[in-house]
């Protein structure tokens, strides 16, 4: 009997979810490769059994997707057709030499000690996307998080990152993270948005393609309403103040041009600070590969092919564009892989309603990259002294002398001149900061690695390897 090809899906979200799904479902053997303990990502995020949530659909929305989704990798998993594994941490994925399969080099365990490798015919990445956060005075004190942290914290956790909150930034993430923070009984000071009503009605004809994303915006401020949380737009936040942790921030009104209006500011009293300016792709798997990149998300073709062969994408990797996006794409990128690992051309009249799908919504997220820019004054506001980059405590002041003394034209030079970039998070923290700091583009930075890996698991790594 001949072996049944096989698939490794990185990533567990919406997108990596629907492709092991529609892979699964026409024949292929899966194996689903994610850090989490279990499935959903950052969207469907489940708090831990142990914590006996009596009601954990109240911190979601599209729940009977997410129950569809669930069933599914039940049943597949009991067929014998999926093998998830959960908590492990992927850091390198590598077309393996003889063979032409494909070798997904993970940690395993919350230690990340031990390394594991899945052998596959095929790859395709799911690993979805992660927070944009730029700098401002005080944004490293205790009680600064992210947008989407905090929303963790209480999707996973069941916990609260404090009990008065600003909810600040700029984004459609910010309107279910103040919602749920002010269900779950916290008191939300403000929700502060950067984007004024102006830029949604420019974008009015691009946005009006999607109702039920709108009457989901829409419901999402009638519940700030209920709760009497103050709405603040074309409003930024300043600086964060406190010693030891938070204590409060700074408020300002922005111009039409986005910056601070002289006199317009104001002090707001809170104990926790979420904020966020939009998502980037996660693409370090992708680019070790050699995939190419257009801008900062992963090039793909209709079939959600990447341009090195035998391997897919699909989800925020591809551009950030939400979990019904990430869900469209997936199966598409499922579907394609499943029929071109049986040796056919696939058909792509078994996936059009997908194919519909994902053309709207992906207009419909780049009328929201319009409307949720970020201002373009932040930088000027960034004083000298602001760290930018925490691993190394490399100051504003530091990169712009980069460009300003050194001659950098570019973030791998400023990195190398100034040392922002070089620590722990290589950069996935400060890198958007450090852009518009230097004014140099946002350009992905190829490591090897997607993590940091221990010596005695390289060493322990076949020679071909």
């Known amino acids: 009997m001949t072996e049944r090809p096989h698939l490794a899906v990185v990533g567990a979200g919406p997108a990596g979810l629907a492709a092991a799904l529609a892979a699964a479902a026409r024949g292929v053997r899966v194996t689903l490769v994610d850090a989490a303990g279990q499935a959903g990502g950052q969207f469907y995020r489940q708090p831990a059994a142990a914590l006996g949530a009596r009601r954990p659909k109240a911190l979601h929305h599209q729940w009977r997707t997410?129950?569809?989704?669930?069933?599914?990798?039940?049943?597949?998993?009991?067929a014998g057709r999926i093998e998830h594994l959960t908590d492990h941490h992927v850091?390198?994925?590598?077309?393996?030499?003889?063979?032409?399969?494909?070798?997904?080099?993970?940690?395993?365990?919350?230690?990340?000690?031990?390394?594991?490798t899945v052998r596959a015919d095929a790859v395709l990445l799911a690993t979805g996307g992660y927070e944009r956060v730029l700098p401002f005075p005080g944004w490293t004190l205790p009680g600064v998080v992210t947008a989407g942290g905090a929303q963790a914290m209480l999707k996973?956790?069941?916990?609260?990152?404090?009990?008065?909150?600003?909810?600040?930034?700029?984004?459609?993430?910010?309107?279910?993270?103040?919602?749920?923070?002010?269900?779950?009984?916290?008191?939300?000071?403000?929700?502060?948005?950067?984007?004024?009503?102006?830029?949604l009605l420019r974008r009015a004809p691009a946005l009006a393609g999607q109702p039920g994303k709108l009457a989901e915006g829409a419901g999402y401020a009638?519940?700030?309403?209920?709760?009497?949380?103050?709405?603040?737009?074309?409003?930024?936040?300043?600086?964060?103040h406190g010693t030891e942790r938070l204590t409060a921030v700074t408020v300002a009104a922005l111009d039409g041009a986005g910056r601070v209006r002289p006199g317009a500011s104001r002090r707001v009293r809170c104990d926790t600070l979420a904020v966020g300016h939009g998502m980037l792709p996660h693409t370090d798997?992708?680019?070790?590969?050699?995939?190419?990149?257009?801008?900062?998300?992963?090039?793909?073709?209709?079939?959600?092919?990447?341009?090195?062969?035998?391997?897919?994408?699909?989800?925020?990797?591809?551009?950030?564009?939400?979990?019904?996006?990430?869900l469209a794409e997936g199966h598409i990128a499922g579907r394609s892989a499943a029929?071109?690992?049986?040796?056919?051309a696939p058909d792509p009249r078994g996936w059009a309603a997908a194919a519909r799908s994902r053309t709207r919504?992906?207009?419909?997220?780049?009328?929201?990259?319009?409307?949720?820019?970020?201002?373009?004054?932040?930088?000027?506001?960034?004083?000298d002294d602001t760290v930018v980059c925490?691993?190394?405590?490399?100051?504003?002041?530091?990169?712009?002398?980069?460009?300003?003394?050194?001659?950098?034209?570019?973030?791998?030079?400023?990195?190398?001149?100034?040392?922002?970039?070089?620590?722990?998070?290589?950069?996935?923290?400060?890198?958007?900061?450090?852009?518009?700091?230097?004014?140099?583009?946002?350009?992905?930075?190829?490591?090897?690695?997607?993590?940091?890996?221990?010596?005695?698991?390289?060493?322990a790594l076949p020679e071909s390897d």
């Not at 129950?67 to 049943?75: C, P, S, T, Y």
């Open 285 to 326: 798997l992708a680019e070790t590969l050699g995939c190419t990149l257009s801008g900062t998300a992963v090039r793909v073709d209709a079939e959600q092919r990447t341009d090195v062969p035998g391997v897919w994408a699909a989800g925020e990797a591809t551009g950030v564009g939400g979990a019904g996006l990430a």
């Open 222 to 240: 009638t519940r700030l309403l209920r709760h009497g949380v103050r709405t603040l737009a074309r409003h930024t936040v300043v600086a964060a």
């Open 390 to 459: 925490r691993c190394e405590e490399v100051t504003a002041g530091e990169v712009r002398g980069a460009v300003d003394r050194l001659g950098a034209a570019d973030l791998r030079t400023v990195k190398l001149l100034s040392r922002a970039g070089m620590g722990w998070c290589q950069g996935r923290m400060c890198a958007p900061g450090v852009a518009g700091l230097t004014g140099c583009p946002l350009t992905a930075g190829r490591r090897p690695f997607a993590r940091p890996v221990p010596l005695g698991v390289l060493a």
């Open 361 to 383: 919504l992906r207009e419909f997220a780049a009328a929201l990259d319009a409307v949720y820019a970020p201002p373009p004054g932040w930088a000027e506001r960034v004083p």
């Open 156 to 199: 996973g956790g069941l916990v609260l990152p404090g009990r008065t909150a600003v909810v600040a930034g700029t984004g459609p993430l910010l309107l279910p993270v103040a919602a749920g923070l002010a269900a779950a009984g916290a008191r939300v000071a403000a929700l502060v948005e950067s984007a004024g009503p102006a830029a």
């Open 66 to 78: 997410w129950e569809r989704l669930r069933d599914g990798l039940d049943r597949q998993r009991s």
């Open 91 to 116: 850091w390198c994925v590598e077309r393996l030499t003889g063979d032409g399969t494909f070798g997904v080099h993970a940690l395993r365990g919350p230690a990340q000690e031990e390394g594991v």
């Open 339 to 344: 029929a071109r690992l049986r040796g056919t």
